[in-house]
């Protein structure tokens, strides 16, 4: 039986394979009448990455049209190849060869940019590293990684104080009226000063490596050697990418979900408009002033710019957008309602993880239905749910633990350990279940279920149901140790703006809302809650927190 399961995968993926041709035709990433250039891409694909193949092709069919645009201006896709090759020749002379490991660490601007498409052309291997990063994590990823050049914006010159002094350092990004280190070396400067030929191609890409989000931990690495021709047509199945258009990603580029869409957009010949720091209202002026077909942003910032209310909105014309993506943590009900009420129906929901790629993408239609859904799997990717016993969790309306087969294979974290695989499909880490319609809803982390005298809880739910009152703006439950009970529920709350919540007032709406054991023992107000720089919700820092009990 075991045998037979097998083929009858493989025949599955290979019609699903099929289908994946058929929607990257259908998105424009195939171009069906110069197949030419697609034989071209695939090819630069297998010598350079992705991130230098887009550069190249970029500069070639695109060479005039805008490619990124930042604090300082506007760069064309031939631009951002010059300069790369530029960069190139820069690195070289550093003795960065195919293999070596350079360090990014950039907000998201044109440096960046250039650096991605600049290293990959050398074959050199790239670790996106977490612009919130404090200096210890930052020292111990970049010793453990074995990096041998840093690239990085001026503002991070003192994490940089914890590495070697002989290590070899660029500044990628300078802020107004930073002061340089003595002999310090600027990418403008090393671009300027350098050929734009191309230089010899490298044997094989240097691989990226993303970093996860560390919510737990000191971040570890999963490393992108190879990028499955099918990731595009994973997202392009159920997202309706533009082409030659306009996407603001305010989403960190650095990580998975700005990763992929900025490389996606540029494959189409977009114009990527970005901003080094989020603020909300900004952000809704970059949309009305490039008439941008497409918002890639995480939760978090959605969620601000909603709050803006209806005059801030009504100073700026979002109509344009037919498209906003959205991903990196929860989807709560209440904000996919109100994002689709202030936006119109233009919200996809995308669930994955830095390990799993993407699992699945919830449409707009879907999220009207089922608020908060995320969604369905895309071409050539499946969710499946095991129990604790790994034994498959069939049926609709019953929980598991999350589990995903696509085409993106992760062969284990950079420090050698991986995620549990049963079957050929990979843990998210992560419990979920399928309602009747067959629509995934993620409950929450594995790993963040509180057991409370006796009976699991798991804190998205508490939560979700808190965010619907009008004067709670945010909230995190957490797990806290308790002598009678093991572990008891505290929630903290951010208060809307005016609003004045009353902690027994909201522990009782709670108790008649949901089961008794879900009602939190202890409600705490903070003025914010603590994210890191993708977003994610840092439970761990409010289990730790000392309060006023």
Partial sequence: ?????????????????????????????????????????????????????????GGKRFPDLPAVVDERGTLTYKQVDDMSWALAHALQKLDVTEGSVVGLLCRDHRGLIIAMAGCGKLGARLVLMNTGFAKPQFAEVCKREGVKVVMHDSEFLGLLDALPPELPRIITWVDEGAELPEGAQTLDEMVAANSTEPVPPPSKPGG????????????????????????????????????KGTMVIVSPIFHSTGWATY????????????????NAENTLKMIADHKADMLVAVPTMLHRMVELGPEIHGKYDTSSLKVILIAGSALSPELSNKAQDAFGDVLYNMYGSTECAIATIATPAEL??????????????????????????????????????????????????????????????????????????????????????????????????????????????????DVEWGKRLRAFVVAEAGASPDGDEIKLYVKENLARHKVPRDVVFIDELPRNATGKLLRRVLVEMDVDK
């Fill in 208 to 243: 990226s490596v993303i970093l996860t989000s560390g919510t737990t931990g000191l971040p570890k690495g999963a490393p992108r050697d190879t990028v499955s021709p099918f990731a595009s047509a994973q997202l392009a199945d159920r997202v309706p990418f533009p082409r």
């Fill in 368 to 481: 009207r239905k089922a608020p908060g859904t995320a969604g369905r799997a895309p071409v050539t990717c499946e969710v499946v749910l095991y129990d604790d016993n790994d034994q498959r969790v069939k049926g609709r309306n019953k929980r598991g633990r999350i589990f995903v087969r696509n085409g993106a294979p992760f062969a284990g974290y950079t420090d050698g350990r991986t995620k549990q695989i049963i079957d050929g499909y990979m843990s998210s880490g992560d419990m979920g279940h399928f309602d009747s319609d067959g629509l995934l809803f993620v409950d929450g982390r594995d790993d963040d279920m509180i057991v409370s005298g006796g009976e699991n809880v798991f804190p998205q739910e508490v939560e979700n149901l808190l965010e619907e009152r009008d004067d709670i703006a945010e909230v995190a439950v957490v797990g806290v140790d």
């Fill in 1 to 57: 039986m075991s045998v037979i399961g097998g083929i009858r995968q493989k025949l599955t993926q290979v019609v699903e394979n099929g289908h994946a041709v058929t929607r990257l035709v259908a998105r424009g990433f195939i171009e069906p009448l110069d197949l030419g250039a697609t034989v071209q891409t695939a090819k630069l694909a297998a010598t350079y990455g992705p991130q230098a193949t887009m550069a190249i092709q």
């Fill in 263 to 278: 490389l996606a957009g540029a494959a189409l010949g977009n114009k990527v408009v970005t901003g080094r720091r989020f």
